[in-house]
Each structure stands twice: as C-alpha cells, then as structure tokens.
C-alpha cells in the first residue's frame, strides 16, 4: 500500500478508536521527504494547496495537530535529527543539543540516556519503529532498527520514560507504578 494512503487510513482508524484524544504528529524527515520530492520534481505543483503535507494527510480532517515538535511538562517530543551507529549514542547526543529530557524516534532504534546534573535527572529515549525492518531499498543489508515504541508516563510534575520494545510483533508489559 502507498505510504500516504496508509498513513491516512491510519489516522483515521487512530481517530476513530481515540475519539476525544489530542493527538499530534511531529513533523520528520519522512515528511521533508514528501514535500521536497514534491518541489523539486513538479515545481508548478508545490503551490497546490491540496499538494500541502497538512491536505495530503488530512490532518485537519481528523484533527490532529502537525507540529515540529511538542514539549509537555518538561520532555520534549520529536522526531528527532541525529543518527549513531549504536543504541543510545543517537540518545545521548539529542539529550546534549536539546539540555533536556525528550523522545525520538528518528534512529528507529530502542535506546535510554540518562544525565543527572546539578538540575536533576534527565533522560533521553529513542523509541523505535513501526516500520518494516526488511526494506528493500537496503538491498539485503541488514537494518539496525528495533519494533517498538516510546512511552511517557506522567504523575503531577514527575515522569518516567520507558522504551518499549516489541518481539514479534507483541509486548510484555507488567505495571511497576502500582502503590501497594
């Protein structure tokens, strides 16, 4: 299936089943991609409103906030803009162009970087993918991504960054934040 159709389909199932849910998409270089290719390949069409990233996605359709990124109660959420060649290098060196805690997704890896300064406690993660670990424009080569996602747990003015990797296709998640 096209990437784009897919995508829209997606969100509208998201909205769907998450009715009252804000939900936000933070802009990428996957993204990027589609509007550059867009500019660079047909110029006379990058003026097409219906052309935008916003309509091609039907982000206001389904009312969802397309934002470059997106800071709640102290973490930062984006895609993300570094690459490492390991897990949580890519972690580290957000975490140390941001100065504070914050999620990525842009290395498709699963990785945690924590700093304690004089300001506290900070962590980085990088949340993994969805995607096709297998795609074929690597030409056999074997990608060094992870299934998963990043999950954010907030309590007052307190958080807890958990990486959550998947293996074949499913999580094992048992709830630790329970108060006996």
Same mark, same amino acid.
């Given at each position: ?31 990027? !991609?589609? =509007? ?7 110029? &006379?069409?990058? /003026? %097409?409103?219906? #052309?935008?990233? $916003?309509? *091609? ?57 924590? !700093?304690? =300064? ?7 993660? &990088?949340?993994? /993918? %969805?995607?096709? #670990?297998?795609? $074929?424009? *690597? ?42």
């Amino acid at each position: 299936m096209n990437g784009t159709i897919f995508t829209v389909v997606y969100f509208a199932i998201l909205r769907e089943r998450c009715p009252d849910s804000r939900i936000i998409h933070v802009e990428s270089n996957h993204m990027k !991609r589609l =509007k550059k290719f867009i500019r660079d390949k047909a110029p &006379e069409l990058d /003026c %097409l409103r219906a #052309l935008q990233i $916003e309509n *091609l996605i039907r982000f206001k359709k389904y009312h969802i906030e397309y934002i470059k990124f997106f800071v709640y109660k102290g973490v930062i959420w984006k895609h993300g803009t570094r690459i490492n060649k390991y897990s949580a290098y890519t972690a580290k060196n957000e975490y140390e162009d941001e100065g504070m805690s914050g999620a990525s997704g842009h290395s498709h890896r699963i990785g945690l970087h924590c !700093r304690t =300064k004089r300001g506290g406690v900070y962590d980085w993660m &990088e949340c993994g /993918c %969805l995607c096709d #670990l297998h795609p $074929e424009y *690597l030409e056999g080569k074997i990608a060094d991504w992870q299934h998963g996602f990043g999950l954010g747990i907030y309590s007052n003015d307190s958080y807890i960054l958990h990486p959550m990797r998947m293996k074949n296709y499913e999580i094992i998640w048992k709830d630790t934040l329970r108060k006996n």
